[in-house]
């Protein structure tokens, strides 16, 4: 059961990781770090206190922070004692007069930084090998739901027979992937694609000229590049033409495109016009996040309007109901069931925990790859941690 300081950070509105964050460790390896999230969902719903820090010092801090929120010190007297589940139910936030609609508290997503699966949870739950580090080896390890497959066709039809392709979508929505299985497949079907990537870590400094370089340096490596840009396009022209003629086609892959200034971006359809007769001889696949799709709107930079005409955009979407499929390739890999580890409330949890209500009521799935990746990694940690047999919906609200 559940102390009653949990109902009490409700009617503040303040969450449970920012309850860790303000609490300061002890111990050796831990003095002053923050206290973890599983700690304290340990503490708040089973009142099991870590070994390290000292109850009385948690309960210390806590009180501390209570004061600084004007919270009366006869209800700071009650926080320790378990709470029914009815009162922390219908706890409402501070602020809100009754009758009044608060606000719904957004779900935290966290950065997209990796997480990792620990020895404790692949322990508990028998699992040898993290499903989500290093987890694609070929194309059978590649999730494809419909969009995606519609996705992945356009891009390789776009490198074989021509085009103007931008994939559009958001970090941890799978466009590396898709990347990656473009290069691949060329690879492994012996295709006749020659696919040019400009290896610029700072794409908002691309130029014209620098695609010319990719360009020379990908079909003639060691040639010397002129230095005029008159030149350098005169060489890119012959190289190309040379190439086309021997049988080749050629596709410009640029990735995190969404970083091109829109002079540069302007510059892609004198590329893109390149041809030898009735053929075209570059066809060019944009991949990047959707500040790319608002660079490629017309009404926004209406000087591209040449090029954002002749662009086709492609949007990732996210998983959503595809989620179950998802994670059962991923655990397929491992050896494992999704239903070994995860009850079936679980998945609209996380579904719940990864959508995000928008002004006017519009709600905004997040439900990408990598995001789902971390959130179920995060829940087996936790899971293991407070020693449940399978991740349910109770362990992703604590999250």
């Known amino acids: 059961m559940p102390l009653k300081l949990k109902g009490v950070l409700a009617r503040l509105g303040i969450r449970q990781n920012e309850w860790a964050n303000s609490i300061k460790q002890e111990g050796r390896g831990v003095e002053g770090k923050p206290l973890s999230l599983s700690a304290a969902t340990q503490i708040m719903n089973w009142g099991t206190w870590p070994k390290l820090t000292s109850a009385d010092s948690i309960k210390r801090q806590t009180e501390e922070l209570l004061r600084r929120h004007d919270v009366d010190e006869l209800d700071i007297a009650h926080i320790w004692e378990i709470e029914d589940d009815d009162h922390t139910r219908n706890a409402h936030p501070l602020n809100v007069h009754l009758g009044q609609k608060a606000a719904r508290l957004q779900p935290v997503i966290e950065p997209l930084e990796i997480e990792m699966l620990s020895s404790n949870a692949k322990k508990h739950f028998g699992i040898f090998r993290d499903p989500f580090i290093d987890d694609v080896h070929g194309p059978e390890d590649v999730f494809l739901s419909a969009d995606q497959r519609y996705i992945r066709e356009a891009m390789f039809s776009t490198a074989k027979y021509g085009g103007f392709l931008a994939v559009v979508g958001e970090s941890g929505a799978g466009k590396t992937v898709l990347r990656r299985d473009l290069i691949d497949r060329v690879q492994r079907d012996s295709q006749l694609i020659v696919l040019i990537q ?99 709107d017309e009404r926004t930079n209406y000087e591209a309007r040449e090029v954002i005409r002749r662009c086709e955009v492609a949007e990732l979407v996210p998983l959503d109901r595809n989620m179950e499929e998802y994670l059962t390739l991923k655990f397929k890999r491992i050896g494992k069931k999704p239903d070994e580890l995860f009850d079936k409330d679980a998945y609209d949890a996380m579904r719940t925990r990864l959508t995000r209500q928008k002004a006017g009521g519009k709600s905004v799935s997040m439900v990408y790859p990598l995001v789902v990746n971390n959130l179920v990694t995060s829940a087996l940690n936790l899971a293991a941690e407070i020693g449940a047999a399978k991740v349910g919906a109770d362990v992703i609200k604590e999250l």
């Open 198 to 296: 400009p290896r610029l870590i700072d794409k908002g400094t691309m130029t014209a000229g620098g695609i010319c370089e990719a360009i020379i340096d990908d079909l003639r490596p060691g040639e010397k590049v002129p230095r005029s840009l008159e030149a350098k396009a005169r060489k890119v022209e012959k190289l190309l033409n040379d190439s086309s003629r021997a049988g080749n086609v050629h596709s410009l892959l640029i990735e995190e495109a969404h970083d091109l200034s829109v002079q540069t971006l302007k510059f892609l359809k004198r590329f893109w016009e390149l041809e030898d007769g009735f053929k075209k001889l570059l066809s060019i696949i944009l991949v990047g996040q959707p500040e790319l799709k608002t660079k490629l």
